[in-house]
C-alpha cells in the first residue's frame, strides 16, 4: 500500500514538472534575447538603439515595437523601417531592418542672381555626403525664403528637385528659385477703427512700411501680418470689444513702387460686465471679503477675457498664499438676457475650487556650486513647517536674485514623497562668473561736477574670509577696495560688510555687521571751499518683514533698520572771496562801470560780473558765512536709518517704491541734528512689444515719481547742510548750486531745510537681454534748499573814488526751482550707465544765467 501511494505521488510531481518546464518553456521564448539593427550605412546602430524602447530582457511586446518603428520613421533618416522576430536555439531575436535615406551626391542652386550661392549653401542644413532628409529640404525652401524676404523680394518662388545618381542610393538635389521683382511695404492704410487711433494701432504691429532713417526695411512676411492682426484683436479685446475681427490684403501702390498693406478692421459691439459671482467654499468672513479685492473688473465695467483670466489668476495666488497650494480657478463667462445688439452683457461666474491645506516641506537647492548652501536659505522666506505661501516663493526668488550672485533663479513646489499635506520646494540656480578675485573695475570719467576722474576697484559681493581652499568665495560676505583719483577729488575706501553676522549663534536672526574705513579729499564741492575727511565707521542693521492689508498673506517688502557710529578728522579750508586787485575799471563802458573778473574752477570760464548802478561797483573782501567754516572738526554721530523697500527689481525696477529716513545726532567740535525722509516709488503704464522681448522699443514704460524733505538745526556745519543740484537732484542747475550762495555768488552755503520733488518717465529703447538694455528718460525737477538770512557789510566806491559802507540782507525764503531734461540709461554687465541733459525752466533769484549742466560720465567695469 505504502508502495503504491509512493507511485503515484512521484507520478504526480513528474507531471506537474513537465507542465511548468513547458510553461517556462514558452515564456522564456517571449523574453527578447538581442536587438539587431539592419541596413544601415550611414546612422551607426547605437544611435537608433538609443531611440526605440525595446529592450534585450524585455518581454516582446507587438505595440511598443510598432511604436518604435513609428519613432524611427518620424526622425525623417529614413525610407523604411520594418521589424520582425525569429527564435534561434529557443532565444528570441527582434531584428530591425532599415531602408536608408540615398547620400546626397551634388547640390545644385539655379536662378539665384540677388543673394550669392555661398551665402545659400551656409543658410541650409541639407550638405553633400549627408543622408537625404525631406523634412530638412523643406525647412531649407523656408530659409531661403527668408533670405529673399529680409531683400524686399516676397514673390520669390522657391523650389526644389531630386534625381537619382548613377551611383547606387545617392541622390542629386538642386533648388530652382525664380526671384522676382523687389517689392517693399510702402504704406499700411487702417479702416474700420473707431475706438483705437491709427498710431496705437501702427505702433502694436511689427509690419512697418519702409523708412530708411528709422532703419525700417519694410519687409512683407505673410506670417508676421498673421500676427500683427492677432495683436489687433487682442487690443480691441483688453477695451471690451470681444468680437473684434482684423483682416488684411496685400496690394501694389497706386504708384506700384512697392506694397501697400490693407486693414480692415470690425469692431463689433462693445462687452460690459454685468453680475459677478464667486463661487468658492473654505473661506468665511474677513478671508473672504479679502478675496474680491484680487478682482479688477465690475459690473457695468468693460469685460476683457484677459482682465477676468488674471482676475482668476489673482484669486488662485491667493488661495495659494493662504496655504492652497493646488487651488484651481476657473471662469465662465454667460452672455446675460439683458443684452443688446449694441451692448452684449457678460454675467461673470469665477469657480474655486480650493482642495488641501498644505505645509511647507523640506527645501532642496542646486545649482550652487560655489556659494554655500546657508547663504542662500538664509535669503528664503519660507521655514519648513511653515504655512505654504505663494508670495513667500516670489519674494524669495527676487531676494535671491537681489543678491546679484546669480543669472537665474527658479523656485517650484511638488507635493511631498514622504507628507501629503506638505509641499517641497525645489530651488535652482545658475551662478554668475564673477572671476576667482571677485570683480575688478576700472574706468574714466569726465563732467562738469568731477572734471576728469579714474577708479580702480577691487570688489568680491560674496566674500568668505574664512574659505582660503575656495579662492574666499562663497560666504555671501561683501568686501570692496576703492579708489578714485581726479582733479578736484581724491578718495580711498575700504569697506567689509558681514550681511548675518552669527546668524546660527542668533537662531536665524537676521543682523548686519560692517565697517568703512576712508580718505576722502574734495575740491569741487565748491570754488573757495575745500574739505579733507579721514574717518571710519561701524554699521549694524536688520531687516523687519512685514505682511499688508488687505493683501491679506501677501509679503511686500521689508522694513529695514540700520545704525551707523561714524567718527571723521575733518579739515575745511576756505580762501578769499574776492581780492581787491581782480577789480579794473571798464573805460570802454558808456558810464563808469566796475567789472569783477573772476575764473571760475569749476568751469574754467572768467566770469565777469558788472554793477552799473549809479556808476559804482560793489564788492565784499571775504564772505563771513564761509569764512567761519574755516578749520578743524574732529565729529562723531550716531546715524539711524530706516527704509522700506517693495521694489520688484533692483536692476530694472517697474513697481513698488523704497521709502527711506534718516537722522544725524552730530556730537564734538559741532554739536546738531538733521533728518530727512525721502520717497521713490515706480508704476509701470504698459508694455511695448511683449512678446518680442528683443526687438527695439520692447519693454516697460515706466514711472518714477520721488520726493524728499529735510530739517537740520541752525548750527549744521557747511559739510553736513542740504544741497541741490546736479546729476541726483535738480538736474540742469549747476553742481550743489540750488539755494544759498556767499556774497560772490560761486559758492554754494547749503541750507537747513530741504524739499525736493520729481517726475522721470523711461521707455525702451533697445533690449539686449532680460536684464541688460538701453532705455530712454524724459524728467521734471522741482525744489529748493533754504537757510537763514544773511546780511553783509560792504563797501562801495564812488566816481570820486572815495568809498562808503552799507549792509545788505539776503534770502530765498518761498523761492523754488524748477527744470526739464532728457537722458540715456544704460543697463550693462559692467554695471549701469546714466546720462541726463537738463535745462533750467525756473530760477530762484541768488541762481546765475552761466549755470547748468554741462558735463557727461562714462564708466567702465570688467570682471577678471
Known amino acids: 500500500m505504502l508502495n503504491r501511494f509512493i507511485s503515484v505521488v512521484t507520478a504526480t510531481a513528474l507531471f506537474f514538472s513537465s507542465f511548468s518546464g513547458i510553461a517556462y518553456a514558452q515564456a522564456s521564448s ?12 550611414l546612422i551607426d546602430a547605437s544611435v537608433i538603439l538609443n531611440k526605440i524602447q525595446t529592450k534585450p530582457g524585455q518581454y516582446y511586446n507587438n505595440e511598443l515595437a510598432q511604436k518604435d518603428t513609428e519613432k524611427l520613421m518620424k526622425t525623417g533618416d529614413f525610407d523604411s ?33 540677388v ?11 541639407s550638405k553633400v555626403a549627408k543622408p537625404l532628409n525631406s523634412a530638412t529640404l523643406k525647412n531649407d525652401l523656408e530659409r531661403i525664403r527668408a533670405l529673399y524676404d529680409d531683400k524686399g523680394y516676397a514673390n520669390a518662388k522657391i523650389e526644389y528637385t531630386i534625381k537619382e545618381s548613377t551611383k547606387e542610393n545617392e541622390a542629386a538635389v538642386t533648388f530652382i528659385i525664380n526671384e522676382g521683382s523687389q517689392s517693399y511695404i510702402r504704406e499700411i492704410v487702417l479702416s474700420g477703427n473707431t475706438h483705437i487711433s491709427n498710431f496705437k494701432i501702427e505702433w502694436a504691429m511689427e509690419t512697418k512700411p519702409r523708412f530708411i532713417i528709422l532703419f525700417r526695411k519694410g519687409i512683407y512676411d505673410e506670417y508676421t501680418l498673421k500676427d500683427d492682426m492677432w495683436k489687433i484683436e487682442e487690443m480691441y479685446q483688453k477695451i471690451g470689444y470681444v468680437q473684434a475681427k482684423a483682416s488684411y490684403e496685400v496690394k501694389p501702390t497706386k504708384d506700384n513702387d512697392g506694397l501697400a498693406v490693407y486693414v480692415n478692421i470690425d469692431e463689433g459691439p462693445p462687452y460690459t460686465v454685468g453680475k459677478i459671482t464667486i463661487r468658492q467654499r473654505k473661506l468665511h468672513g474677513y478671508y473672504a471679503t479679502n478675496l474680491f479685492y484680487e478682482v479688477g473688473i465690475y459690473q457695468g465695467g468693460i ?35 439683458e443684452s443688446t ?76 514623497e514622504t507628507n501629503p499635506r506638505q509641499k517641497d520646494v525645489y530651488v535652482n540656480v545658475e551662478e554668475k562668473d564673477a572671476g576667482k578675485f571677485g570683480r575688478i573695475g576700472f574706468g574714466a570719467g569726465y563732467s562738469s561736477v568731477d572734471q576728469f576722474v579714474g577708479f580702480v576697484q577691487i570688489s568680491q559681493p560674496n566674500f568668505d574670509i574664512m574659505n582660503w581652499k575656495n579662492w574666499f568665495v562663497g560666504g555671501g560676505q561683501k568686501v570692496r577696495l ?11 575706501i575700504f569697506s567689509f560688510t558681514e550681511p548675518y553676522f552669527l546668524y546660527e ?53 521689508t522694513i529695514r533698520a540700520d545704525l551707523t557710529l561714524i567718527g571723521e578728522f575733518i579739515n575745511v579750508d576756505v580762501d578769499d572771496s574776492i581780492d581787491l586787485d581782480n577789480f579794473v575799471l571798464n573805460d570802454q563802458a558808456s558810464m563808469n562801470t566796475y567789472v569783477h573778473r573772476k575764473v571760475n574752477p569749476r568751469t574754467g570760464r572768467v566770469h565777469k560780473i558788472k554793477y552799473s548802478e549809479y556808476g559804482y561797483g560793489a564788492f565784499t573782501t571775504k564772505d563771513k558765512y564761509l569764512e567761519d567754516e574755516e578749520g578743524t572738526y574732529i565729529q562723531f554721530a550716531p546715524i539711524f536709518t530706516f527704509t522700506r523697500d517693495t521694489r520688484d527689481s533692483l536692476t530694472l525696477t517697474t513697481r513698488g517704491g523704497i521709502t527711506k529716513w534718516t537722522s544725524k545726532l552730530g556730537f564734538g567740535t559741532k554739536i546738531y541734528a538733521l533728518t530727512e525722509l525721502s520717497h521713490s516709488h515706480y508704476f509701470k503704464l504698459f508694455e511695448t ?41 535738480m538736474r540742469g542747475f549747476g553742481y550743489r548750486m540750488v539755494g544759498p550762495r556767499d556774497y560772490s555768488g560761486d559758492n554754494p552755503l547749503g541750507g537747513t531745510t530741504k524739499l525736493f520733488g520729481s517726475a522721470e518717465y523711461t521707455f525702451p529703447i533697445y533690449a539686449f537681454s532680460e536684464r541688460y538694455s538701453i532705455r530712454g528718460a524724459m524728467f521734471v525737477d522741482i525744489g529748493n534748499v533754504w537757510w537763514k538770512k544773511r546780511s553783509y557789510d560792504v563797501a562801495r566806491r564812488g566816481a570820486d573814488g572815495s568809498w562808503h559802507s552799507y549792509s545788505e540782507t539776503r534770502d530765498n525764503a518761498g523761492e523754488i526751482n524748477m527744470s526739464i531734461g532728457a537722458g540715456i540709461r544704460v543697463n550693462l554687465p559692467i554695471g549701469p550707465i546714466k546720462i541726463d541733459y537738463g535745462y533750467p525752466i525756473i530760477k530762484d533769484s541768488e541762481a546765475k544765467d552761466w549755470e547748468f549742466m554741462d558735463g557727461f560720465s562714462f564708466n567702465v567695469g570688467a570682471s577678471f
Open 81 to 113: 523601417v520594418e521589424v520582425d522576430k525569429m527564435l534561434d536555439n529557443g532565444k528570441l531575436i527582434v531584428t530591425f531592418r532599415i531602408h536608408e535615406h540615398p547620400t546626397i551626391s551634388s547640390i545644385d542652386i539655379q536662378g539665384c542672381k
Open 505 to 557: 549663534k542668533l537662531h536665524g536672526h537676521k543682523v548686519s555687521l560692517g565697517f568703512d574705513v576712508f580718505a576722502r579729499n574734495s575740491n569741487y564741492l565748491a570754488p573757495d571751499y575745500k574739505t579733507l575727511r579721514i574717518g571710519g565707521d561701524i554699521r549694524a542693521g536688520t531687516p523687519i518683514s512685514f505682511r499688508w492689508v488687505p493683501k491679506l498673506g501677501k509679503y511686500i517688502g
Open 482 to 492: 576703492r579708489a578714485d583719483i581726479g582733479n578736484k577729488r581724491q578718495d580711498v
Open 689 to 729: 512689444f511683449k512678446h518680442k522681448p528683443q526687438m527695439p522699443f520692447s519693454g516697460p514704460h515706466v514711472l518714477n515719481l520721488r520726493g524728499s524733505i529735510g530739517i537740520a538745526t541752525d548750527n549744521t556745519p557747511m559739510f553736513d547742510r542740504f544741497f541741490m543740484g546736479g546729476p541726483s537732484e
Open 30 to 41: 517571449n523574453i527578447v534575447s538581442d536587438v539587431m539593427i539592419v541596413g544601415n550605412d
Open 115 to 125: 543673394i550669392k550661392i555661398k551665402k545659400i549653401q551656409e543658410t541650409i542644413h
Open 303 to 337: 469685460y476683457s477675457p484677459q482682465a477676468a483670466e488674471k482676475d482668476a489668476e489673482n484669486m488662485r495666488n491667493y488661495y495659494r498664499s493662504l496655504g492652497y497650494a493646488d487651488a484651481m480657478t476657473s471662469i465662465k463667462a454667460i452672455q446675460s438676457d
Open 341 to 416: 445688439s449694441s451692448n452684449v452683457i457678460i454675467d461673470v461666474y469665477y469657480e474655486i475650487v480650493e482642495k488641501s491645506l498644505f505645509d511647507f516641506g523640506n527645501i532642496f537647492i542646486a545649482g550652487n556650486k560655489r556659494t554655500k548652501d546657508i547663504v542662500l536659505r538664509r535669503e528664503l522666506n519660507m521655514t519648513p513647517g511653515d504655512r505654504f505661501n505663494y508670495y513667500r516663493m516670489e519674494t524669495s526668488k527676487q531676494r535671491l536674485m537681489n543678491l546679484n550672485y546669480f543669472s537665474k533663479v527658479s523656485i517650484r513646489d511638488k507635493t511631498s
